[in-house]
């Protein structure tokens, strides 16, 4: 079956695309009281983000745009020091998308949420007519979390003597789509994933984290620059220690692709005290995703800010962010 445009009129076909698919997989007691709001338990401070994804294929090696949503939407909350507890999720699908396909995606996101800990609570679905215009379905995610006591995290607080951690090898969700879209046979397999268990053991463990930030669109690069010029500070990281696996970096190589501006899914960096560099960097190792962690670089105080780049043959490169328009689209 496809969806159709009657299962955007708000009748009969839109009650049955929301039970067969939508409940059945996000069933829970706030959404299952299908209000057009969810009243929910809370208090203090509170992060809130919102977030769209349209990607294509949607299914690609190693997930799909349902697992996508989650994971970007979970790890922006994250990065501020929150803990997720509930997201939204918008649906806009396009006619002729097939039924069985969408099933798949909210499962996956079902899955996902699961693992991140979160719960999807209200959300909304729209159909238009088909214009191949977004590959069949559009994601609309927002969501909440419970700021800890005493924790702020902000690029603006990094510190001469800071040591940078990256989570994992560079560039494995952007690989991943540019190698479905080009029909490029290889085994890379997008990383997309929910940094709950890392993030959440860092603050828990009361290391002195200044900034955290997941690694997407513009790769590390733009990140470490916007860290940079927060900060008034000059970042200094060294290529023979950025993490970027054979297969990725072959890839690069064939396509002139920069692993510095490849975007992630499941990667993120932090900006922790000198101190606590090597105990961080136990923490992530030990956590789901965190394996290939490893320290890239540090933070130190100068006139000017700026990201440089020590090359493996001694010489140095000024990193800047991202221009012009990175591809492909990866979230």
Do not use: W
């Not at 220690?241 to 692709?257: A, N, Q, T, Y």
């Amino acid at each position: 079956m496809k969806v159709t445009m009657a299962h955007g009129s708000g009748g009969a076909s839109t009650t049955e695309l929301i039970e067969n698919i939508f409940a059945k997989h996000f069933k829970n007691e706030y959404l299952d009281q299908m209000e057009d709001s969810a009243v929910v338990p809370g208090s203090g401070r509170l992060a809130v983000t919102t977030d769209s994804f349209v990607v294509t294929p949607y299914f690609f090696p190693g997930g799909d745009i349902g697992r996508l949503s989650v994971c970007g939407t979970v790890n922006d909350l994250l990065m501020s020091g929150a803990v997720p507890k509930y997201l939204t999720c918008g649906c806009i699908l396009e006619e002729g998308m097939d039924l069985d396909d969408l099933d798949k995606i909210i499962e996956s996101m079902a899955a996902t949420a699961k693992e991140a800990g979160v719960t999807i609570i209200t959300g909304d679905t729209k159909v238009v007519e088909k214009r191949g215009d977004f590959g069949g379905i559009m994601i609309n995610t927002s969501g909440v979390g419970f700021m800890p006591e005493g924790v702020s995290l902000s690029p603006s607080g990094l510190k001469e003597g800071d040591v940078i951690i990256v989570s994992g090898n560079l560039g494995d969700h952007h690989a991943a789509i540019l190698s479905g879209r080009m029909n490029i046979k290889n085994n890379i397999k997008s990383d997309n994933a929910p940094l709950s268990e890392m993030c959440h053991s860092l603050i828990d463990e009361n290391v002195k984290v200044h900034a955290m930030r997941d690694v997407t669109r513009g790769g590390l690069g733009t990140v470490l620059h916007e860290f940079s010029k927060a900060s008034d500070c000059e970042i200094n990281i060294y290529q023979d220690k950025l993490p970027v696996s054979g297969e990725v970096r072959d890839f690069c190589k064939m396509l002139g692709l920069d692993p510095v501006y490849m975007g992630n899914e499941g990667k993120m960096i932090c900006a922790v005290s000198g101190d606590d560099a090597d105990k961080a960097l136990s923490i992530i190792k030990s956590s789901k995703y965190g394996e290939n962690a490893t320290i890239i670089g540090e933070v130190k105080k100068a006139d000017n800010s700026g990201v440089i780049l020590h090359t493996s043959i001694g010489g140095t490169r000024l990193i800047g962010p991202l221009y012009g328009e990175g591809l492909p689209r990866i979230c």
